[in-house]
């Protein structure tokens, strides 16, 4: 058999024509009897990380109305509109001025999902949901207003753990030593080394005046006992409550039918029903509540409005 117009890649002859058909078939045959680890979704959710780029979520109380997020957008696909109020103060003084977010949309048919917007807010206002079924059949519907980015909010995923070994963040660090035990006042070394001046002697208390003798028959004199000073407040008392300082003062809105806003209580039948259905599929619980305040928010929405 005559090999000479067969050749390989280095020049060399091959003995066997059709070994490389032979090894590409070997190859489709030992995939084709794998089994199979495609994720069958929609009915199998996928699980996704935490940092995943889904969309992008707005916190309506945190905005300032900075457009520092609309200003450094490479696509301008946010929209922002504001007015301004002016609240007197209530001890006098100038009064001041403070914006009210009107809009906050995001076009997401523009978005290219780049995060810039997220990293400038200088507030917190912004974050990364992992929500990514928001497919419409029209493509103007993909301007999303303010209240459907606040229900992303709920759904925004805890920030993943520090890898082992990364250094501790930077508040962390600045953070000052937490204080235990009985606290021991630090000694002025260079007020130690030198002996203690003498003291000029202290000028003696002047004696009290003498009390005249009270007349027959009246009541007998009372002695005034000055006030206790008051006590220093405890430790449990000087620290303010954290978590009632952390709570959000902003109430959920709908907008009625004359287009005045109007303020909605969360579904509590919904709320607790959604919480136990994720609890009971594994969620955790934080996530959970987001989700269950998501679904009890959208159903007092719906009743508010009129169904």
């Known amino acids: 058999m005559d090999t000479e117009g067969v050749r390989t890649r280095d020049g060399k002859p091959d003995g066997l024509p059709g070994l490389g058909l032979i090894k590409g078939l070997l190859v489709t045959l ?79 048919a523009l978005c290219m999902y780049c995060g810039i917007c ?43 753990q520090l890898e082992r070994g990364a250094e501790p963040p930077q508040e962390v660090l600045q953070a000052p030593p937490p204080v235990t035990g009985n606290v021991v006042a630090p000694v002025d070394t260079a007020a130690t080394a030198a002996p203690p001046a003498a003291a000029p002697p202290a000028p003696a208390p002047p004696a009290p005046a003498a009390t005249p003798p009270a007349p027959a028959g009246s009541p007998p004199a009372t002695t005034s006992v000055p006030e206790a000073a008051p ?29 005045e806003r109007v303020d909605v209580e969360l579904d509590q039948e919904t709320f607790d029903r959604v919480l136990a259905e994720e609890l009971a599929k594994g969620t955790q619980r934080r996530v959970a509540e987001g989700k269950a305040r998501r679904a009890a928010l959208i159903e007092a929405r719906k009743k508010a409005g009129g169904g």
Do not use: M
Not at 64 to 72: G, I, L, P
Not at 87 to 104: E, I, N, Q, Y
Not at 143 to 156: D, F, G, M, R
């Open 30 to 108: 030992r995939h084709l009897l794998r089994p199979s680890v495609t994720q069958q979704y929609p009915e199998e959710q996928p699980d996704l990380p935490p940092r995943t780029r889904g969309v992008i979520a707005l916190k309506e109380a945190n905005c300032t109305v900075c457009y520092k997020c609309s200003r450094e957008c490479p696509d301008w696909c946010i929209y922002i509109d504001a007015h301004k109020e002016t609240h007197d103060p209530a001890s006098g003084g100038r009064a001041r001025s403070v914006k009210v977010l009107d809009r906050f949309a995001i076009d997401y």
């Open 231 to 259: 006590s220093a407040p405890t430790p449990e008392q000087a620290t303010p409550n954290v978590a009632a300082a952390g709570e959000e003062t902003s109430r959920p809105t709908a907008t009625g039918t004359g287009g």
């Open 118 to 160: 997220i990293e400038v807010c200088p507030f917190d206002a912004l974050f990364w949901s992992p929500e990514f079924e928001y497919a419409e059949y029209d493509i103007h519907e993909l301007i999303h207003e303010k209240e459907k980015l606040e229900e992303w909010t709920y759904t925004v995923l805890p920030p993943p």
